[in-house]
């Protein structure tokens, strides 16, 4: 699920953990709601396609 972080000065679109519901792939905070658009956050996207 793409989501916002909380905590993010960039503003990016991020990936929700599916273990961790409350925080992104990159360990930021969850907005509560989804969001559309592409994954703006190099770090989440790192993480998705298991590319680190």
């Known amino acids: ?3 916002k972080a909380l905590n993010d000065v960039d503003k990016g679109i991020h ?4 273990a961790t519901p409350n925080t992104t ?3 930021m905070q969850t907005a509560p709601l989804a969001v559309e658009g592409a994954v703006t956050c ?9 590319d680190l």
């Open 1 to 3: 699920m793409k989501v």
């Open 25 to 27: 792939l990159c360990g």
């Open 15 to 18: 990936y929700r953990g599916s």
């Open 42 to 50: 190099y770090r989440c996207h790192q993480f998705a396609t298991g």
